[in-house]
Each structure stands twice: as structure tokens, then as C-alpha cells.
T-cell receptor, first 116, second 112 residues
Framework: NAGVMQNPRHLVRRRGQEARLRCSPM?????VYWYRQLPEEGLKFMVY????????ESGMPKERFSAEFPKEGPSILRIQQVVRGDSAAYFC??????????????FGEGSWLTVV | RKEVEQDPGPFNVPEGATVAFNCTYS??????FFWYRQDCRKEPKLLMS???SGNEDGRFTAQLNRASQYISLLIRDSKLSDSATYLC?????????????FGSGTRLQVQP
């Protein structure tokens, strides 16, 4: 099954440490999205990337958060100096060209970050 | 105004009931529409696409009204397993920004 693969599935970090979340898109998909879901809240868009390009980062916090999707390898969401409020589920999704009507996105199972 | 708006619920219905969710979107240039389902502590999964002519998949019926910029999802004969959050998703044609926009979801709880 060549679905969207995320790892780690669960990650525990102490306050001040760094968290790195990885996402490999579905085969044939070149567009990647990251979403965050806080406990008991809805899905919040963070960033949209194509290979080597950030297309839309309007949902990314201004500090400590960064994302990349290199030419080779998975997309990485990096959170520096984590705080308790970063504890959440981070979902990655991928799609073929989303501008094509009818195309939609498919999610990975998520990475659950707990900051202690 | 949010780009995609949904009633957050929760909708509490008995088994066997018919329940309808509504969703409105602000961008008239929106091209395609979807309903996703998200179970507790799971990823959202595509439930069905929404076509202009309306479409049905078993107990689920989706409708689109472009003039009113309104999408609906009807669930007939509700099952306990239908309990989940239902997300309305709109694909808007625009460059430089993500095309797909998610509503915040409507929570359904089907009770025995």
C-alpha cells in the first residue's frame, strides 16, 4: 500500500527540544500539505509545498516552525524549542496537481507529538 | 467570514434517524467539493465527492447548490458506526495558495 507515510507516529519531547516529523507522499504525488490538530479542535492548515518550493505558508507560526520538501527524500516539518502548546496531532497529506478540478488530498495517519 | 463554514454540532441522533449537514463556501469560483470523515484520533478520510447533479452512495447523499454556494450531506438510517466528525472541503482555483480549504467539521453522535 503506497499511501502517505508519516513517521514517527508518536513522539515525546521535553520542552526546549526539537521535533522533526517526516512525510513521504503517495506515489505520483508531488504536492504535500501539513495540518495541525490540537486536542478537541478542528484541522488547521499550516503549509503547502511542492518539491523544493513552499507555495503557501500562511498557516505556519512565525517562529520555531519550518517545513521543507527537498528534491530527494520526504517532507520535513521541524519544530524548534518545543513548548507544551505544540502538543498535537500533525497530519501530512498529498495530492497530484490540486488545481485540476476533481483532485483532492489523501492523509497519512498522523504524528502525535507530546511535549512534557 | 470563513471561506468554508459548517455548523460544529454536535448532532445527537438515535440509530435509524436521518440527519443532514450543511456547508457554505464564500468563493464562487470554487470548482470541486468533497465530504471527508474523521474518527476520533484518526486521519480524515475521503467519504465522497460532490457533483452538481447530486450523488448518492448507499445511505449517503451529497448535494451541491452553486447559486447559493451551499453543499449538503444527508445520512439515512444512521448507524452507531456513523459517529464521527464530517468535514466539508472545497477546491478553489487560485494560484500561489492551497486550492483545498477545509471546514472545521460537524460532529455526529449516533446513540443506541
Amino acid at each position: 500500500n503506497a499511501g502517505v507515510m508519516q513517521n514517527p507516529r508518536h513522539l515525546v519531547r521535553r520542552r526546549g527540544q526539537e521535533a522533526r516529523l517526516r512525510c513521504s507522499p503517495m506515489k505520483g504525488h508531488s504536492h504535500v500539505y501539513w495540518y495541525r490538530q490540537l486536542p478537541e479542535e478542528g484541522l488547521k492548515f499550516m503549509v503547502y509545498l511542492q518539491k523544493e518550493n513552499i507555495i503557501d505558508e500562511s498557516g505556519m507560526p512565525k517562529e520555531r516552525f519550518s517545513a521543507e520538501f527537498p528534491k530527494e527524500g520526504p517532507s520535513i516539518l521541524r519544530i524548534q524549542q518545543v513548548v507544551r502548546g505544540d502538543s498535537a496531532a500533525y497530519f501530512c497529506a498529498s495530492s497530484p496537481a490540486p488545481e485540476v478540478s476533481g483532485n483532492t488530498i489523501y492523509f497519512g495517519e498522523g504524528s502525535w507529538l507530546t511535549v512534557v | 467570514r470563513k471561506e468554508v463554514e459548517q455548523d460544529p454540532g454536535p448532532f445527537n441522533v438515535p440509530e435509524g434517524a436521518t440527519v443532514a449537514f450543511n456547508c457554505t463556501y464564500s468563493n464562487s469560483a470554487s470548482q470541486s467539493f468533497f465530504w471527508y470523515r474523521q474518527d476520533c484520533r484518526k486521519e480524515p478520510k475521503l467519504l465522497m465527492s460532490v457533483y452538481s447533479s447530486g450523488n448518492e452512495d448507499g445511505r449517503f447523499t451529497a448535494q451541491l447548490n452553486r447559486a447559493s454556494q451551499y453543499i449538503s450531506l444527508l445520512i439515512r438510517d444512521s448507524k452507531l458506526s456513523d459517529s464521527a466528525t464530517y468535514l466539508c472541503v472545497v477546491n478553489m482555483r487560485r494560484t500561489g495558495r492551497r486550492a483545498l480549504t477545509f471546514g472545521s467539521g460537524t460532529r455526529l453522535q449516533v446513540q443506541p
